[in-house]
């Protein structure tokens, strides 16, 4: 038979405390009671590391959403710059769309390949230009040493025209027949002087 306590009844830690109005209990139900506490305290210990763990995986998640939030809100910035660069200034109160943005950028680029295109040509012509020019400089070059090389034969005829004229200064009238065609000769070779 088991003995009758009065006022004993085990605490939350499991050991025995008296109450000041405590019920008639067994030592047999004392050591259920022991049992069935020490099993609840393990199942609560369980329970808090769980809940530490839950814890502590909470604040990852929650470090996580912080980190995609900013990662959201920095490409909505980058769409939203995409988006002005590629349409210009937004209206007042409104804000563009981004689901264009790809067709958009396809027409740029499109359009840049065009222009480079363009560009290559004109590179081109401006080469073959140059070309034309160069050889426009180098005839006009060989035009003026041909015109020096005139000046000096020019120069060489009206010498000899003049020497030739001296020679034949008198009446005669044979004498005054070939100073006409060396006056003739002078004459011509000073308009051509002035022809270029």
């Known amino acids: 038979?088991?003995?009758?306590?009065?006022?004993?009844?085990?605490?939350?830690?499991?050991?025995?405390?008296?109450?000041?109005?405590?019920?008639?209990?067994?030592?047999?139900?004392?050591?259920?009671?022991?049992?069935?506490?020490?099993?609840?305290?393990?199942?609560?210990?369980?329970?808090?590391?769980?809940?530490?763990?839950?814890?502590a995986q909470l604040d990852s998640l929650l470090d996580e959403v912080t980190e995609m939030d900013a990662l959201r809100d920095k490409l909505s910035g980058l769409l939203s710059k995409t988006a002005v660069a590629l349409r210009g200034p937004e209206p007042e109160l409104t804000r563009y769309g981004y689901a264009d943005i790809p067709l958009r950028v396809k027409t740029v680029i499109d359009e840049r390949d065009q222009l480079s295109a363009e560009v290559e040509g004109l590179r081109k012509e401006r080469d073959r230009f140059r070309a034309e020019v160069k050889s426009l400089l180098d005839a006009i070059t060989a035009m003026a040493e041909e015109r020096d090389r005139i000046r000096v034969e020019v120069e060489a005829l009206r010498s000899v025209a003049r020497e030739f004229a001296g020679l034949f200064s008198s009446d005669e009238p044979r004498h005054w027949e070939l100073y006409a065609l060396a006056d003739a000769a002078a004459m011509a070779a000073k308009e051509s002087t002035h022809e270029e």
Not at 23 to 45: G, S
Request: charged share 40%; proline share 4%.
């Open 1 to 55: 038979m088991s003995k009758e306590v009065k006022r004993y009844s085990p605490d939350t830690n499991g050991r025995m405390r008296e109450w000041p109005e405590g019920d008639y209990a067994t030592w047999d139900d004392y050591d259920a009671l022991r049992t069935e506490l020490a099993e609840a305290n393990a199942d609560f210990v369980r329970i808090a590391n769980e809940r530490e763990a839950l814890l």
